[in-house]
């Protein structure tokens, strides 16, 4: 723009130079300043495109980061929109699973050798002590044998899950020279349980054993029926890795 008001302004003046001699004095000061006007006049219609233009670019550049701030925006939500697909599928899941095990439970627990709870978002299969074995040891009963084989014959067609056996009691100190505590016989019961599903079918890589003593009651101890129902073995059914939360984005505060 500028190049072009210079080449107007040098050849407007070069035409006045070459006729300027026979121009009166009076024509002459008109037409410069005529030309001078003209100059003003197109370096401000120049000034003005310069500014229309460099707004122009501002609003170009604003608009290509709003874009791209769409574009991230869009990414986010698509990965938010396929983990969240992802979860609900693994929740369906899981969820047919748990339906699947109370259907296959449902005679047991209406004959009284079991019960099935949720806590804490696991399915829990809940059998009394008195059941499995004979008050103050670890050794099971023959009808403790014979309700854990049947509770092996059906978590054994759960492929790919892992199950915890937790040994409770109640808050009764025990007097057996076998055992030192309550933690002890807790302990040895979730033994003699898992030994039992292993035997009766079920993967030793699935299975672990857990001893809680009388940490966590179901009912007060302060009652011989509220001690009865907290002397139990509860086998839990664990989470999928892929059903616990994603933990990566703490490894950066590690």
């Given at each position: 723009m500028?190049?072009?008001?210079?080449l107007?302004s040098?050849?407007?003046?070069?035409?006045?130079?070459?006729?300027g001699?026979?121009?009166?004095?009076?024509?002459y000061?008109?037409?410069?300043?005529a030309?001078?006007?003209?100059?003003?006049?197109?370096?401000g219609?120049?000034?003005?495109?310069?500014q229309?233009?460099?707004a122009?670019?501002?609003?170009?550049?604003?608009?290509?980061?709003?874009v791209?701030r769409?574009?991230?925006?869009l990414?986010?939500?698509?990965g938010e929109?396929?983990a969240?697909?992802?979860a609900?599928e693994?929740?369906?899941?899981?969820?047919?699973?748990?339906?699947?095990?109370?259907?296959?439970f449902?005679?047991?627990?209406?004959?009284g050798?079991?019960?099935?709870?949720?806590?804490n978002?696991?399915?829990?299969?809940?059998?009394?002590?008195?059941?499995?074995?004979p008050?103050g040891?670890?050794?099971?009963?023959?009808?403790?044998?014979?309700?854990?084989?049947?509770?092996?014959?059906?978590?054994?067609?759960?492929?790919?899950?892992?199950?915890?056996?937790a040994?409770?009691t109640d808050?009764?100190?025990?007097?057996k020279?076998?055992?030192?505590?309550?933690?002890?016989?807790?302990?040895?019961r979730?033994?003699?349980?898992?030994?039992?599903?292993?035997?009766?079918?079920?993967?030793?890589?699935?299975?672990?054993?857990?001893?809680?003593?009388?940490?966590?009651?179901?009912?007060?101890?302060?009652?011989?029926e509220?001690?009865?129902?907290?002397?139990?073995?509860?086998?839990?059914?664990?989470?999928?890795l892929?059903?616990?939360?994603?933990?990566?984005s703490?490894?950066?505060?590690?």
């Amino acid at each position: 723009m500028r190049w072009t008001i210079s080449l107007i302004s040098a050849f407007l003046i070069s035409g006045l130079l070459v006729t300027g001699c026979g121009v009166p004095q009076d024509q002459y000061d008109a037409d410069m300043a005529a030309l001078k006007a003209t100059i003003a006049k197109v370096r401000g219609e120049a000034a003005s495109l310069q500014q229309e233009l460099d707004a122009i670019t501002a609003r170009k550049v604003a608009m290509e980061d709003e874009v791209n701030r769409l574009k991230d925006a869009l990414q986010t939500l698509t990965g938010e929109r396929d983990a969240l697909a992802k979860a609900e599928e693994l929740a369906k899941k899981r969820l047919e699973t748990f339906r699947a095990m109370l259907a296959k439970f449902k005679a047991m627990v209406q004959s009284g050798k079991i019960k099935i709870k949720i806590s804490n978002n696991k399915m829990i299969v809940e059998m009394a002590s008195a059941i499995l074995f004979p008050s103050g040891k670890a050794r099971l009963s023959d009808e403790g044998e014979e309700a854990l084989t049947e509770v092996a014959g059906i978590l054994a067609t759960i492929g790919d899950r892992d199950f915890q056996v937790a040994g409770h009691t109640d808050n009764i100190p025990i007097k057996k020279r076998q055992f030192k505590s309550n933690w002890a016989l807790s302990s040895a019961r979730a033994v003699a349980v898992v030994r039992h599903l292993i035997d009766s079918g079920m993967k030793p890589k699935n299975l672990s054993a857990a001893g809680y003593g009388d940490t966590q009651p179901v009912a007060d101890n302060k009652t011989g029926e509220g001690r009865a129902q907290n002397r139990r073995i509860e086998i839990v059914l664990q989470p999928n890795l892929d059903e616990l939360p994603d933990l990566s984005s703490l490894e950066k505060m590690m």
